[in-house]
């Protein structure tokens, strides 16, 4: 059963501990039976949806970003890729490793650490959706620096009203298409395309959203004012996309526009 629909309050560090501790434990003690219960699930639309929006000649290096028991690691080494996996839980991590022999990281969500300009696309299947949407901002740009230019982010959620909150012991951020633009945007991406799943239903049996983003990087002359409806922003600063990442500053004092040099529209 679904609770705290429409969460306002702002997260703490206690809360967002409990959020990712609680969330991994349900994946932790459930390992097994979520590798029985998806190992056979078709996400070859997704993959292949990632794959031909992504330039440049194969193999690709690929994130899979919450990549689980390692279903999808097993798919994109088959298809000659030089897929990487990342998930927050160790029996998961384990397992994928195992199953798949590709390199594997255990990092958590809220607790990235990955390296910048290293990869042709994100593979993030199920994933996203576990992070609060405080938090989003701050995920999808980490993950924006750690693409190529021109690199692809691939992900699908469950979609919904806009609401968070816990499902069971997992928490969850249901977001419709427009909410989940508007975050893509302002993390610095520029859409692709998106769709419903499953392929061939109606609307209301087609419970994920998939969209496909692309890292955009365009340079401007030093000097160059840029208009505040440009920026992306982050709790308690305004977050400026620059040449060699993201910066935080303070424009409260400034009137519509501002010129930091070798600022990024």
């Known amino acids: 059963m679904h609770d705290e629909r429409h969460r306002t309050r702002v997260l703490s560090a206690d809360d967002r501990e409990v959020i990712a501790g609680r969330t991994l434990q349900h994946y932790e003690d459930n390992a097994e039976h979520f590798w029985e219960g998806t190992k ?25 970003f919450g ?26 991590v384990n397992m994928a490793r195992e199953k798949s022999r590709c390199e594997l990281w255990h990092q958590d969500f809220l607790a990235l650490d990955l390296p910048g300009d290293h990869f042709d696309g994100v593979f993030a299947n199920a994933a996203l959706f ?3 949407r405080q938090e989003l901002g701050r995920v999808l740009r ?16 469950p979609r919904g009203n806009n609401w968070e909150g816990w499902s069971g012991e997992r928490y969850g951020c249901y977001h419709d298409l427009e909410e989940w633009r508007r975050h893509g945007e302002e993390a610095g991406f520029e859409e692709v395309r998106y769709y419903y799943r499953p392929p061939g239903k109606p609307r209301d049996q087609q419970p994920w959203l998939a969209t496909v983003w692309r890292k955009i990087v365009r340079t401007t002359p030093a000097d160059t004012p840029i208009p505040l409806s440009g920026r992306a922003h982050a709790q308690g600063s305004t977050w400026i996309r620059m040449s060699n990442g993201w910066s935080a500053c303070d424009v409260r004092n400034q009137v519509g526009r501002f010129s930091l040099g070798q600022l990024l529209p």
């Open 40 to 64: 056979d699930h078709d996400v070859e639309q997704n993959i292949q949806t990632l794959l031909d929006s992504i330039s440049g000649a194969p193999p690709y290096r690929i994130l899979d």
């Open 67 to 92: 990549c689980g028991p390692g279903r999808d690691l097993i798919r994109l080494t088959a298809l000659g890729h030089v897929p990487v996996g990342l998930d927050g839980a160790i029996a998961f």
């Open 130 to 132: 576990h992070v609060p």
């Open 142 to 157: 980490e993950l924006w620096d750690s693409l190529k230019p021109d690199g692809v982010l691939f992900s699908s959620n």
